[in-house]
């Protein structure tokens, strides 16, 4: 019988990444955040802090000047910023440069564009961001309709992406096309192509335009509609292969669901410590609100849920690291962790009572952040609906 040993100890990696993102985060607190969010502007002192110190490159190889590390260490730096206070607001940090920009490269990228982009996106000097979404395919990844048209060496673009994130920012964007369209494609998932876009470039060109999205959370960070118009983007520009766009999106969106769950557990922590903190100081009654059972026994449920989807979310940023096929365990982790941090929002504001609504305290901002995860960037239902169908084997409904 074969011995398999069990170690839930985090690698000596990862915990130099708590401790080098803590020292960094010590120096921010949550009113630094509340100001963020309510200016509507990008953390840009942490970004520096973060950059100098090199753990904007974690996810890129060594040889390009980053740290050679993995999903792992990403989701632990993730998790360790969010819990800091930034929420919601940390996904972004983490999520577009590293995550969709340098960790994709580095698995997926041609010699030319690890050259051209790794180091750049190590130093952060460079940044990324990922369009898939589109106003008609939704959660519908297969059904988007933004086509690349070959032309001689080049491919011609037209089309429109919803919900964005980051555009202003980014010095290059990766765009999800179709080059067959989907009713032509068999299956459905051929067809796809990733390009690279330079995006000031094609702004100044008049080919690429964005439109800001208000929204009601994450405000240090703009979501965009963003509009196409005949973008033409050189071969070399390809990411993958053409057609073959699918094999390179599932490792774009499987760490994208990791990050996501683990700024939501930093968000439930920093929520959760809100809430116990508030709970221990107001007393009513005589007594501090915290001894009522009615206010402890939902903190301590959310504290149990933490800790259990913390756990699946180690495990699936260890799969991916090692090349393993972690689909289920990405969309378990971004469904656990996004139900704790809503339930540790929602129990925090319960919580605090009236005083919730007072913009003196940070939990209408953790709610707002919190809601985020129950709807992207995939909804809870589809999540729901590739476990029963993809892994339990019940009926499809469509």
Known sequence: MELIIVDFTLPESAIAVQRGIGDICARYDLDYWQ?????????????????????????????????GQGLLELAVAT??????????????????????????????????QRDELLPGLATGELETCFALTEPDAGSNALGISTFARRDGAEFVVKGQKIWITGVQ??????????TIPAAEAKPRSNGLTILLVNVPEAVA??????????KMGANTTPSNMVFIDDLRVPERNVVGEVDQGALVLWDILNPERVLLAAS????????????????????VFGRPIGANQAIAFPLAQVKAKIEL????????????????????????????ASQAAWEAADHAFQTHGGMAYSLEYPVARLLADARIGK???????LLLNYLATQVLGLPRSF
């Open 35 to 67: 100001r963020c969010e309510s200016e509507k502007r990008w953390p840009e002192e942490v970004w520096q802090d973060l950059a100098k110190g090199g753990w904007l490159g974690l996810a890129v190889p060594e040889e390009y000047g980053g740290g």
């Open 79 to 112: 998790e360790t910023l969010s819990a800091s206070g930034s929420a919601g607001g940390s996904a972004f940090t983490y999520v577009l440069t590293p995550g969709f920009g340098a960790m994709t490269l580095a698995r997926h990228g041609s010699r030319w």
């Open 169 to 178: 920012r980014a010095t290059w964007m990766l765009l999800v096309t179709r």
């Open 205 to 214: 060109a008049g080919q690429l335009s964005f439109q800001p999205i208000p």
């Open 264 to 283: 939501a557990l930093g968000g439930a922590e920093v929520a959760l410590r809100v809430a116990v903190q508030y709970a221990k100081e107001r007393e």
């Open 309 to 336: 989807a913390r756990l699946m979310l180690y495990k699936a940023a260890w799969l991916f690291d090692r090349q393993l096929p972690c689909g289920t365990e990405a969309n378990i982790a971004k469904l656990t």
């Open 375 to 381: 709807v992207a960037p995939v909804t809870e239902e």
